[in-house]
């Protein structure tokens, strides 16, 4: 359920970081969290290796989230042991018992681009941390760049719900309008190619953000 008192900052993920330079970008212009992706199925895909590597340049209060799409249980068991993230996302068919057995908390990814029922989702996994929403189908990749009526959205009483999918810093501030989420994640559209961020789109995301936080805020 939501809170009473409505979310006046609008949280930022960025998600598919592969490099330590980029990491450091993102913290140094206020981001939230970062998401890197330990699923060799993304052509985002860091390994454990670079993983430990951008988690230890991470300073205090930003997250460091670990993405898996129906990986094995002992592959997500050794990334977690090696890179010890703070949160662990999954984007692909996992139940709440494949999800929960790390121990962890978790963000639970809904493929809104295939008519997905968002709140069966929610309520097959009860203590996930919160719901990415994102833009592709049922069965495909996060990072596709396309969008979903975030109308469809509005109003949830879903709690923690980050919204994702073809946000960009054109569009994050209609996006944040119609659907008000927690959290906002954004990977293919600050970057030159897959992995590859641009620092400069980066902060331009970020400012949008900010942006549409004040005019919330004075509305």
């Known amino acids: 359920m939501k809170s009473e008192f409505p979310n006046r900052r609008t949280r930022i993920k960025i998600?598919?970081?592969?490099?330590?330079?980029?990491?450091?970008?993102?913290?140094?212009?206020?981001?939230?969290?970062v998401g890197v992706v330990l699923t060799e199925k993304?052509?985002?895909?860091?390994?454990?290796?670079?993983?430990?590597?951008?988690?230890?340049?991470?300073?205090?209060?930003?997250?460091?989230?670990?993405?898996?799409?129906d990986d094995l249980p002992g592959f997500i068991a050794e990334a977690v042991a090696a890179v010890q993230p703070d949160m662990l996302q999954f984007h692909g068919r996992e139940s709440a018992q494949?999800?929960?057995?790390?121990?962890m908390p978790y963000l639970k990814a809904i493929a809104m681009g295939g008519?997905?029922?968002?709140?069966?989702?929610?309520?097959?996994?009860?203590?996930?941390?919160g719901f990415v929403l994102d833009g592709h189908a049922a069965g495909e990749r996060g990072g596709s760049g396309r969008t979903f009526d975030w109308s469809t959205v509005a109003g949830s009483r879903t709690e923690h719900l980050v919204l994702a999918g073809g946000l960009t810093s054109g569009n994050v501030g209609a996006a944040?309008?119609?659907?008000?989420?927690?959290?906002?994640?954004?990977?293919?559209?600050?970057?030159?190619?897959?992995?590859?961020?641009?620092?400069?789109?980066?902060a331009d995301f970020v400012a949008a953000v900010r942006a549409a936080d004040v005019a919330r805020a004075q509305a």
């Open 176 to 202: 944040i309008r119609a659907a008000l989420p927690y959290a906002v994640d954004v990977s293919s559209s600050v970057e030159s190619m897959p992995g590859i961020k641009i620092a400069s789109a980066m």
């Open 42 to 69: 993304s052509k985002r895909f860091a390994g454990i290796a670079r993983a430990c590597e951008i988690r230890r340049v991470l300073p205090p209060f930003v997250d460091f989230i670990a993405l898996f799409m």
């Open 15 to 33: 998600c598919g970081i592969t490099r330590v330079e980029d990491a450091l970008a993102a913290a140094a212009i206020g981001v939230d969290a």
């Open 98 to 103: 494949d999800c929960v057995r790390y121990g």
């Open 115 to 129: 008519g997905m029922d968002m709140e069966s989702t929610v309520r097959a996994h009860p203590t996930a941390a």
